[in-house]
Structure formats: structure tokens, C-alpha cells
């Protein structure tokens, strides 16, 4: 399974209400280009802060479902926030990790996430549940379970490396990204 078709079944299952925040590179490019929704925050040039990010953003607003999806390599960048996230165990905290073995948005130079098992960390972490998928059929369905349980939970989808040609950037500048997250949240 491709990152793009990945990313779309997860698209398609959000609810309007729930809040995405997706890492830098080609996830957050292909999940504009796909569902630009106006409750997904893109983090712009910021590899390995998405988890500490969102993790934030779910204990602030524990009323709003809170995905963060992000890849191997950010993941790898920050796994020093997962055992933080396990312990404060937010119920509304699903990480999705899109794991191609690849820093794909920078040249598709190979990452250790093969050598690595990332769901049992994440299970050794505390997160209260973690699955790993490969076929959009699976994919479809562990999301939609990971959702309806208590967080956090994760989901570990193994992708294919593949390029997507002329994948546009995002549009909104980063004042106007946060400026409409932050409504999305009733701060002003």
C-alpha cells in the first residue's frame, strides 16, 4: 500500500470534528492535497515534535479526538516523548505511524524503523493499544477501531516508498494555519 492511499482512508474515516495533526514532508503535503480540513494542523519544518505537539493539544482538549500521524523517521526523532505519553495516557490520543523504512520526504534515504520494532516500544511506552497493518482492508478497519477505544492507542501502518510527482505545498502560510487551528479549538 502507497503513503497517499493510506493517508486517504484515514482521511475518510475522521469524524468533522476531530482534530488531525500531521508531521512535515509529504505526510502533511499529501493530507492538504487530499482533505484540506480546517481542524488539521501541518507541522512545517519540524521533524520529531509532532507527538510532544499533539500530545499538548489532546491534554488541553480532552474533549476532541486528537490523531497524530506522522512517519518512522519522525517517530524515531521523538521517542522520548512516547513514554511521557503512555504516562499521562490521554483517552483521546491516536498516533497513526506511516512506516515506509524511509525518510521519503527528503530523498528516500533509508531509516532503521526495519530494525526497529516499533510497536512493542510503543506498547512498553504505555500506550493502551498498538496494532501494525500493511493492506488498505486492514487499515480501514483498525482505524476505525483504534478511534472508538481509549487512548492512547497507536497505529503502525507499513507503506510502500513512493514518490507522488508534483504534490503541491501547502498554501496557507503557518500565521494562517495556526490562526484557524486555534479557532478550531475556541481560542482566539
Partial sequence: MDRQTAIGIILRQLDPADLLLTTTGMISREAFYLDDR???????????????FSLGIALLHPDKRT???????S????????????????????????DNGSYQSTGAQPCISGRIDLPTV??????????????????????????????????????????????????HSPEAMRDRFLTTLGVS
Wanted: charged residues 20%.
Fill in 38 to 52: 480546517i481542524r488539521t494542523f501541518y507541522m512545517l519544518g519540524s521533524m520529531g515534535l509532532l507527538p510532544a
Fill in 75 to 98: 517517530i524515531l526523532m521523538s521517542l522520548g516523548t512516547t513514554p511521557l505519553i503512555g504516562y499521562e495516557a490521554p483517552k483521546n490520543f491516536h498516533h497513526v505511524i506511516l
Fill in 122 to 171: 510503543l506498547a512498553g511506552a504505555g500506550y493502551t493499544e498498538v496494532a501494525s497493518v500493511s493492506d488498505p482492508i486492514s487499515l480501514d478497519r483498525a482505524f476505525r477501531e483504534m478511534v472508538s477505544r481509549d487512548g492512547p492507542t497507536c497505529l503502525h501502518i507499513r507503506i510502500e516508498v513512493s514518490e507522488v510527482p508534483d504534490i503541491p505545498r501547502i498554501s
Fill in 67 to 73: 490523531v497524530a500521524m506522522e512517519g518512522d523517521g
